[in-house]
């Protein structure tokens, strides 16, 4: 194995701070977390700042609203919430307390403008946040023998580890339909 050295850590490579495209981009990080970071270029925040002056620009906010969807729903529908959060001019990306799993969610960055009307200058993509607890679905592919369900059972009614069965000795024979000592469930 080669010996790690600071100097030989990015060998001489190294990110570029900005590529130059209007992008925004949307992740999950858990059932109740998203991150975004989003790059928004000159030329379009020209753009903006020309058509929409006389409304206020220059005193406007940065502004990334979030929109939550239930599951099945599209994004052009109308969402179930929609939540703003007040950024810094300088801010370009974010972690986002979703607050509820098992929901889809796209984001958009833009201004709040004086009187209080969004602009939305860039959108997301969308994401779905897992669920926090276990599916539903079964799975008729990875049902288990009918040993392995004894065995299970037989487990769970004596509150036994797989260690505590394998230290007892006790053998899957045992728990053949056959032995009438042995009240399977």
């Not at 599951?71 to 974010?94: R, V």
């Not at 276990?134 to 065995?151: T, Y």
């Not at 036994?160 to 899957?172: C, F, H, N, R, T």
Request: include cysteine.
């Amino acid at each position: 194995m080669h010996e790690l050295y600071r100097e030989n850590l990015n060998a001489g490579y190294h990110l570029p701070l900005y590529y130059g495209e209007d992008r925004m981009v949307l992740m999950m990080r858990d059932p109740y977390w998203l991150f975004s970071y989003w790059e928004i270029t000159g030329g379009t925040l020209n753009y903006y700042r020309q058509n929409f002056h006389p409304y206020g620009w220059d005193g406007s906010i940065p502004i990334l609203r979030i929109y939550r969807f239930p599951i099945g729903l599209k994004p052009l529908n109308q969402p179930e919430l929609t939540f703003d959060i007040e950024l810094s001019h300088s801010t370009y990306s974010w972690h986002i307390n979703a607050g509820m799993p098992h929901r889809t969610y796209y984001a958009e960055m833009g201004r709040k403008l004086p009187g209080g009307e969004f602009i939305p200058i860039i959108r997301s993509n969308s994401v779905t946040t897992p669920r926090d607890s276990e599916s539903d679905i079964i799975d008729e592919e990875w049902r288990l023998f009918n040993l392995q369900q004894r065995i299970y059972r037989r487990m769970t009614l004596y509150h036994l580890s797989s260690a505590e069965l394998q230290s007892k000795g006790i053998d899957p024979e045992q728990f053949s339909c056959n032995n009438s000592h042995l009240k399977i469930i």
